[in-house]
């Protein structure tokens, strides 16, 4: 007779994105995830793997639940520059205050951490860096279209450039930074993108 699962994979999974992006997946072990969801070794192992594979599914959960929909509402939205601006106002409140303040971002955490280059971890981070670069360059073409931008932008650079912030942003957060300096930052490269009239 086959094993019948007395606990929801989804919700389990959902615990064990909250623990990584708050503790960090590098630093915690199996026992503790096993405290965490109150499961067994064995109904771990059985559902999800071992640690890489669980931490694959909960980074790939991550970008599903938290980072996706961010970055399909940039890419929706029409208003070019401001919108660009808009985003880092809420990553910037969403890492310093609320209910994940310091947690930084889960995959950015992963990549600074070994477990980056481990099969199916780097391909999730990569996909998450592609999606994001490509909601800041869809959001560049419409501050070009309406000319908030400089003459000879590469846009492709600019979109690395603010994809790159939002990682600094996540790491800095982390680490205690304030908002208000984050947000300077952040404009200072804005301003070298856009146009006078715009600045």
Not at 65 to 77: G, N, T
Request: glycine content about 10%.
């Amino acid at each position: 007779m086959p094993d019948i699962k007395h606990f929801d994979p989804d919700s389990t999974l959902d615990q064990v994105v909250r623990l990584f992006w708050q503790r960090g997946a590098e630093v915690t072990g199996i026992a503790e995830v096993v405290q965490a969801t109150g499961l067994s070794r064995s109904s771990l192992y059985a559902t999800f793997g071992g640690k890489a594979q669980l931490q694959a599914a909960a980074l790939g959960r991550y970008l599903e639940r938290q980072s996706r929909p961010v970055f399909d509402a940039l890419a929706a939205d029409d208003r070019g520059v401001p919108a660009i601006d808009a985003f880092f106002e809420r990553l910037v409140a969403a890492r310093c205050r609320g209910e994940h303040a310091r947690w930084g971002c889960l995959v950015t955490n992963t990549h600074a951490t070994a477990s980056g280059d481990l099969p199916g971890i780097r391909e999730t981070l990569d996909h998450h860096h592609d999606a994001l670069r490509a909601a800041m360059g869809a959001a560049l073409e419409k501050a070009r279209t309406k000319g908030q931008l400089r003459s000879g932008l590469d846009l492709e650079a600019a979109a690395e450039a603010l994809t790159l912030q939002a990682y600094a942003v996540n790491l800095r957060s982390r680490a205690g930074a304030e908002a208000g300096l984050l947000l300077a930052g952040v404009r200072a490269v804005l301003d070298g993108f856009t146009t006078t009239e715009e600045r």
